[in-house]
């Protein structure tokens, strides 16, 4: 079999070979064309053998404990006999030269174990692009056989919402102290949270997490239960000292037992995956849009038409649209 023909990577893939799974992903992650094509064809031939996995989004600020929380939880679940893989979403990965690098080290316990795997997020380009990826990668690794995906995103921008969008339960990490910490917590995010865990909850820290914890506990009484089934709990840990994680992966596995008894999880997952296709159209749907010549050379007349003031942005939009009108 040679290297461009699919079958290559997935047999690599079915049987672990480690070596064909790391190249399969570099293939889901170049942008060439060909590559493009040849990992679509790949990733279909690889759904049937996923969906089986536990999906787990992490998010939290910045130096909250992520990277540490799954260092933890990893290590534990390889020891209970997991395969846990570890990827990322970071769309403003510039930065993140240094990010990657940090990671390696922290992680470093689990990136030693044979049954864990640790990929950093995809390089530059959009946040729909890198998340495209990941989703992607996540295929691929389930149909190697990991049976826990941890998926973590920096809480500072759109990406934990995406992230939410493509796991079975989405947490997050929050840290104990300033009162006022409560204010400066992104509106939206809580409402994402299947659970919050309060971390750091180590030495002098306790009490306060135990207090910050309380208070999330009143901040999410207010809002909505997320189904019948579930409101989500707020938890504490150390993800240092690794207490309290245990905790936290026994909450994961509660509530992926009653969302697989309600059909809560199936239809989840039904609604993700219809959300991620549309999501695809609708960036494919732009990009031949741009892609178009003639289109292009209007475009770059109409908008100097708009500053000018001499046409409106109404009514150039519709004069471009109109080339759809033709097909
Ligand atoms: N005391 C204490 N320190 C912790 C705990 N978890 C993490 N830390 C420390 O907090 C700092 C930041 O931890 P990271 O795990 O790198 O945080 P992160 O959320 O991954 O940070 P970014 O990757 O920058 O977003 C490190 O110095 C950790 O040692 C904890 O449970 N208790
Ligand atoms: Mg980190």
């Known amino acids: 079999m040679t290297v461009d023909d699919p079958q290559y990577y ?23 064309p060909a590559h493009q094509e040849l990992a679509r ?18 998010t939290g600020v910045p130096g909250v404990g992520k990277s540490t929380f799954i260092e933890s939880l990893g290590t534990m679940l390889v020891k209970k006999g997991r395969r846990v893989a570890v ?6 990965s510039k930065r993140s030269g240094g990010s990657v690098l940090a990671d390696k080290t922290r ?34 690794c389930e149909a190697a056989g990991f049976d826990v ?12 919402t995406t992230v939410a969008s493509m796991v079975d339960f989405f947490l997050v990490l929050m840290i104990a102290g300033a009162g006022d910490e409560l204010q400066g917590i992104k509106k939206g995010i809580l409402e994402l949270a299947d659970a919050v865990a309060v971390n750091k ?42 207490t309290g994680i245990d905790n936290i992966w026994e909450t ?4 992926r037992k009653k969302f697989t008894e309600t059909g809560e999880l ?46 409106s942005p109404t009514f150039a939009a519709a004069d471009l649209l109109k080339v759809l009108d033709d097909k």
């Open 107 to 140: 992680m470093e316990k689990l990136s030693v174990e044979a049954k864990a795997f640790i990929r950093p997020s995809p390089s530059g380009g959009t946040l729909g692009g890198v998340a495209r990826k990941t989703r992607e990668t996540m295929i691929v």
């Open 41 to 58: 064809t790949i990733i279909d031939l690889l759904i049937p053998y996923t969906g089986k996995a536990v999906r787990l989004g992490i």
């Open 266 to 311: 199936e239809e989840k997952r039904k609604k993700q995956s219809v959300a991620w296709m549309k999501e695809l159209l609708e960036e494919g749907i732009k990009e031949w849009f741009y892609r178009k010549n003639d289109f292009r050379k209007s475009l770059k007349k109409l908008i100097r038409d708009v500053e000018k003031g001499s046409v």
């Open 252 to 255: 994961v596995l509660d509530h």
């Open 201 to 242: 909850a180590d030495g002098d820290n306790i009490e306060k997490a135990k207090q910050t914890r309380k208070e999330y506990e009143s901040a999410l009484h207010l809002r909505m239960p997320e189904t019948r089934t579930w409101s989500a709990p707020v938890l504490i840990c150390s993800a240092l000292k690794m």
């Open 10 to 32: 997935v047999q690599g893939v079915l049987e672990f070979n480690r070596r064909v799974l790391a190249k399969t992903i570099t293939l889901i992650e170049s942008s060439l």
């Open 87 to 92: 990827l990322a979403v970071d769309p403003s």
């Open 149 to 160: 995906m941890i998926v973590e995103t920096v809480g500072v921008g759109q990406s934990e």
